[in-house]
């Protein structure tokens, strides 16, 4: 029986023993749970750190390159507005340039024609009143013409020459034959019957004709008519169209 009894004891402190063992154990684990818990804390903090000190030296490159990026942006900008200047600068000195040549090619050509005119003025031998030149150019209105008759005589004359211009110019009209005279032809309000002129080498005369509608041109004839007896008349005729001015 006593065995019984010792045996009973043994089975409760084995028992005892075990349940504080697992008791020992457990709160091992639980501290080493708790260790671990605390170790993957601090390391997230310091990992959490080291990242946000990452993005934050990140933001920092990532700011100055846009700004950089943005002045260089600025500065293509300036750039190409200043190109565009430039260009438009050329562009309008280019067309000054250029028209500034082309009436000076006109005015050129305008001068040799005169010095033309007038060698052939002072080259001429011919002796007395003559019609050097005649010209007639579109006008602005309709069916009107602009007239310039250039007259001269020897530049060894020694005298002026005085006189009058008839100028008539024959066509159609309505199948009719027909001749109008310079009082015909003139501007309206203005309308003289002949011109005058007086020079001692040569002199130009301009004036306006303006044609009747339905008439069709085909020859203009010129009269002067010097006075005294020292130059004779002289008539010349000149098919129509003429040269242009």
Excluded: C
């Excluded at 997230?44 to 993005?55: K, L, P, S, V």
């Excluded at 008439?215 to 009269?223: E, L, S």
């Amino acid at each position: 029986m006593s065995f019984g009894v010792n045996g009973g004891r043994h089975n409760r402190t084995h028992r005892s023993g075990l349940i504080g063992r697992g008791q020992v154990f457990i709160a091992i684990g639980l501290m080493s749970v708790g260790v671990f818990v605390w170790i993957a804390f601090e390391l997230g903090q310091i990992r959490a750190g080291h990242n946000a000190i990452e993005a934050r030296q990140r933001y920092g490159e990532l700011a100055a390159t846009l700004a950089a990026e943005r002045a260089e942006n600025q500065r293509l900008h300036e750039r190409v507005a200043q190109l565009e200047t430039d260009r438009k600068i050329d562009a309008e000195g280019y067309r000054r340039v250029e028209s500034g040549f082309v009436a000076l090619q006109a005015e050129i050509l305008t001068q040799q024609e005169d010095l033309a005119f007038y060698r052939g003025i002072v080259s001429d031998q011919q002796v007395g009143l003559r019609i050097q030149d005649f010209v007639l150019w579109r006008g602005d209105q309709p069916l009107s013409y602009s007239m310039r008759l250039v007259l001269a005589q020897a530049m060894r004359a020694d005298r002026r020459v005085s006189g009058t211009v008839d100028l008539s110019i024959e066509g159609e009209r309505d199948g009719k034959p027909v001749t109008l005279s310079l009082r015909e032809l003139g501007e309206p309000g203005q309308r003289p019957a002949r011109l005058d002129f007086s020079f001692r080498y040569f002199q130009n005369l301009e004036t306006v004709l303006i044609l009747p509608e339905g008439f069709a041109p085909a020859r203009v004839t010129v009269k002067l008519s010097p006075k005294g007896k020292a130059d004779k008349p002289v008539e010349r005729s000149f098919d129509w169209p003429l040269k242009t001015g």
